[in-house]
Nanobody, 118 residues
């Protein structure tokens, strides 16, 4: 099994920045594509960003393109989400997961709260 733990969430003013981290353990990190999802109260979980096993390919939801950047450091078994120009509508619990293109498969972290005030 794979265990994932996220950290770096918090409260930030609109226009500010946060960097989320997700540390993985349990199986070979480089075996997995990795990604981020988010979920706001009363809304469905939605895709945010994904990165390939070697880090050479990335994919983003239209709502975050140009503002968020996903990256990974395989030597540290960690994936990151740099979030710039944050908006109140970015407020959600952010989750990292393996195999982000297969929402009903893979492993999920416990989530970290991001709150953006206006």
């Amino acid at each position: 099994q794979v265990q994932l733990v996220e950290f770096g969430g918090g409260l930030v003013q609109a226009g500010g920045s946060l960097r989320l981290s997700c540390a993985a353990s349990g199986r070979t990190f480089t075996s997995y594509d990795m990604g981020w999802y988010r979920q706001a109260p009363g809304k469905e979980r939605e895709f945010v960003a994904a990165i390939s096993r070697g880090g050479s390919s990335t994919n983003y939801a239209d709502s975050v393109k140009g503002r968020f950047t996903i990256s990974r450091d395989n030597a540290k078994n960690t994936v990151y989400l740099q979030m710039n120009s944050l908006k109140p509508e970015d407020t959600a619990i952010y989750y990292c997961k393996t195999d982000p293109g297969r929402v009903n498969m893979g492993y999920w972290g416990q989530g970290t709260q991001v709150t953006v005030s206006s």
